[in-house]
């Protein structure tokens, strides 16, 4: 569970679609999340997806899942100043029988008005 | 109500120093966390503790030392501050994280550490 990659940087003007990817590494994730950090502030949960799953779809967000890539992506749709945030993906493995959460490294985005 | 607090949420202090970070949560979870987050926004766990036990303790200098002394507060002591240790520590909980169901973490607003 080493090394989510994620782009670092994405610009979008308001009202179009954003879409952030993820690279995780754990095949046996059973959940995978997407977190948002605002400005000075710790992490929210967003989303997330059970690894059964390919798509889910929760108002403006959409999540796709490429188990065989290991690649999940995050879809904000009319994207706002207010989805001005850092976004991070997580993988999680299992480590004793306790869940162990893996941060990606995080994508800025930046919605320009 | 606040549901994880950390306090202080800004500490300046000198290389060789030594301090503490204490983190509270009054969600009732089982479980709580501490995670770095540096100054290129990388997060990475630090420890983890389920119920005053310590279940995940990633490779850390033993001069990070956490303590829960009780399930609903884990703090950290930091000896021997030195220049690579500044960046923002965040605590987090979750209800739990035995197994493979699904848990969210809630985070609190972070501890930003300056050492010069």
């Known amino acids: 569970g080493e090394d989510v990659e994620q782009s670092l940087f994405l610009s979008v003007r308001e009202g179009d679609s954003s879409v952030i990817n993820c690279t995780y590494t754990d095949s046996s994730s059973t959940y995978l999340y997407w977190y948002k950090q605002e400005p000075g502030a710790g992490l929210q949960l967003l989303t997330y997806i059970f690894s059964n799953m390919d798509m889910k779809q929760d108002q403006r967000l959409t999540v796709l899942l490429n188990k065989k890539d290991k690649h999940l992506s995050l879809r904000i749709a009319d994207t706002q100043t207010g989805d001005s945030a850092i976004y991070f993906c997580?993988?999680?493995?299992?480590?004793?029988?306790?869940?162990?959460?893996?941060f990606g490294t995080g994508t800025k985005l930046q919605v320009i008005p | 109500d606040t549901a994880v607090s950390q306090t202080p949420k800004y500490l300046v202090t000198q290389m060789g120093n030594d301090k503490s970070i204490k983190c509270e949560q009054n969600?009732?979870?089982?479980?709580m966390y501490w995670y770095k987050q540096d100054s290129k926004k990388f997060l990475k766990i630090m420890f983890s503790?389920?119920?005053?036990?310590?279940?995940i303790n990633e490779t850390v200098p033993n001069r990070f030392s956490p303590k829960s002394p009780d399930k609903a507060h884990l703090n950290l002591h930091i000896n021997s501050l030195e220049l690579g240790d500044s960046a923002v520590y965040f605590c987090a909980s979750s209800p739990t994280s035995w197994g493979r169901a699904y848990y969210e973490q809630y985070f609190g607003p972070g501890t930003r550490l300056t050492v010069t």
């Open positions: 997580a993988e999680t493995e299992l480590s004793g029988g306790y869940q162990k959460v893996t």
């Open positions: 503790y389920n119920n005053k036990e310590l279940i």
């Open positions: 969600l009732g979870h089982d479980t």
